[in-house]
């Protein structure tokens, strides 16, 4: 089988590097590497790419595709909610149990809407969270953002600017609860360390202790779960 892939070549780099993510693999390369030195290290690495693919293609094919109908499951902090869709006066969302009620009105747009509808459920579920979350942080301790806000993000978890403004993905919060905390974490500790530095790591792990299990989580749901075909994930029984 061919392998395909995709060369990055940069100029600051001095070795090379790989990485699958989303189905695909990416190599990185120094800017003047010849092709043939490149080929020959993506041989070398043949056995560990393939293990990678077919464990994201696996992942990819577990899941069903993305239609925003009645009887679909969608996660809100790990739990699954079963949609069912209405058509009523007014739009709106609300949670019943584990039902998401979807009401949409008869001049709406039966493809969009319901989506439509659910995401913006999402960004005002996440800023409750997010301001309850915030409520109880100790001031005391540095890390205070200025403002906090839910957006679309379509390959990222969340954000920090340099003006202390801290921004996440509504996708997020698809994620169990514990993993939602670190990433806010996560991007509470660049507001001293605006980097991934080794004091960064050391931040992060005073005040998320678990960070590594989260981390991880991250780079394995990511590409389901931050894809607008899915936005799921596949339970793998590592912890709730
Ligand atoms: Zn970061």
Not at 124 to 148: G, H, I, K, S
Not at 173 to 192: K, N, Q, S
Not at 220 to 236: A, C, R
């Amino acid at each position: 089988m061919t392998l395909t892939y995709q060369v990055k070549r940069s100029r600051r780099r001095r070795s090379l590097a790989i990485k699958v993510a989303r189905g695909e693999v990416m190599v990185q390369a120094p800017w003047r590497m010849p092709e043939a030195q490149i080929r020959e290290f993506v041989e070398l690495k043949r056995d560990w790419i393939s293990r990678h693919l077919e464990r994201q293609q696996h992942q990819l094919q577990a899941l069903p595709e993305r239609n925003w109908q009645s009887g679909e499951q969608i996660r809100w902090l790990g739990t699954p909610l079963t949609l069912v869709i209405h058509e009523s006066t007014r739009k709106g969302c609300k949670r019943l149990g584990n039902e998401l009620h979807v009401t949409i009105t008869a001049r709406s747009n039966p493809a969009t809407e319901p989506q439509a509808t659910i995401v913006r459920w999402y960004k005002d579920c996440a800023q409750l969270w997010l301001n309850e979350f915030f409520a109880v942080w100790p001031r005391a301790n540095e890390l205070n953002p200025v403002a906090w806000s839910v957006g679309s993000f379509t390959g990222k978890w969340g954000h920090c600017t340099r003006n202390a403004e801290l921004k996440f993905s509504w996708k997020l919060w698809l994620a169990p609860e514990w993993v939602v905390r670190d990433v806010v974490i996560h991007e509470l500790c660049h507001l001293r360390e605006f980097n991934h530095s080794r004091r960064f790591w050391a931040l992060v792990e005073q005040h998320s202790p678990d960070y590594q299990r989260a981390e991880a989580w991250l780079r394995q749901h990511g590409m389901t779960v931050l894809n607008p075909q899915f936005l799921d994930y596949v339970e793998t029984g590592q912890g709730a």
